[in-house]
T-cell receptor, first 112, second 110 residues
Framework: SQTIHQWPATLVQPVGSPLSLECTVE??????LYWYRQAAGRGLQLLFY??????ISSEVPQNLSASRPQDRQFILSSKKLLLSDSGFYLC???????????FGPGTRLTVT | RKEVEQDPGPFNVPEGATVAFNCTYS??????FFWYRQDCRKEPKLLMS???SGNEDGRFTAQLNRASQYISLLIRDSKLSDSATYLC???????????FGIGTKLQVIP
């Protein structure tokens, strides 16, 4: 069966510090991968998606970036965090045309 | 008009009640539809896909009305464990066209 891992679970970082969040998927090949952010009291915002190694599409221009160095690894990064980057970051995977997405446990980021 | 609209609630219902949520979408070319459940401070979990013919899973029934561009979720015989936020998801076509509603919060009261 497929599983998706994210770490760390929680993170407190000062403004201006770098960020690296990692997501890995097991039990499937060539998944579509997604990064979302959910701010307090708001819906999920799609940040990046990837249909293959090295293929990244950005949905929202901002100070975040994403990379997919391996088929089942998706990384979210920032060189300098802003207060507005605080939120719940969720990685998801999907296969096939139906696009049913399955989420990892998420990382709760607080920028201070 | 927002791409996907949901009443954020909260809906407070007694145990055993039947409750229904609607979700409207603006893109008439939308291809697939889903309901997710999200518990407080947890990740969303797929509850069910919504098919044109409607589908049922135990106490949960989902329906699609393409003419009026909405999907619905009906929960019968509500349990305390059904308390959560229910997210409507619409795929407008393409990997980047998946849009999540803000969710409807359900609180089932003893």
């Amino acid at each position: 069966s497929q599983t998706i891992h994210q770490w760390p679970a929680t993170l407190v970082q000062p403004v201006g510090s770098p960020l690296s969040l990692e997501c890995t998927v097991e039990g499937t090949s060539n998944p579509n991968l997604y990064w979302y952010r959910q701010a307090a009291g708001r819906g999920l915002q799609l940040l990046f998606y990837s249909v293959g190694i090295g293929q990244i599409s950005s949905e929202v221009p901002q100070n975040l970036s994403a990379s997919r160095p391996q088929d089942r690894q998706f990384i979210l990064s920032s060189k300098k965090l802003l207060l507005s980057d605080s939120g719940f970051y969720l990685c998801a995977w999907a296969t096939g045309q139906s696009n049913e997405q399955y989420f990892g446990p998420g990382t709760r980021l607080t920028v201070t | 008009r927002k791409e996907v609209e949901q009443d954020p609630g909260p809906f407070n219902v007694p145990e055993g009640a039947t409750v229904a949520f609607n979700c409207t979408y603006s893109n008439s070319a939308s291809q697939s539809f889903f309901w997710y459940r999200q518990d407080c401070r947890k990740e969303p979990k797929l509850l069910m896909s919504v098919y044109s013919s409607g589908n049922e899973d135990g106490r949960f029934t989902a329906q699609l009305n393409r003419a009026s561009q909405y999907i619905s979720l009906l929960i019968r015989d509500s349990k305390l464990s059904d308390s959560a936020t229910y997210l409507c998801v619409v795929n407008g076509g393409g990997y980047q066209k998946v849009t999540f509603g803000i969710g409807t919060k359900l609180q089932v009261i003893p």
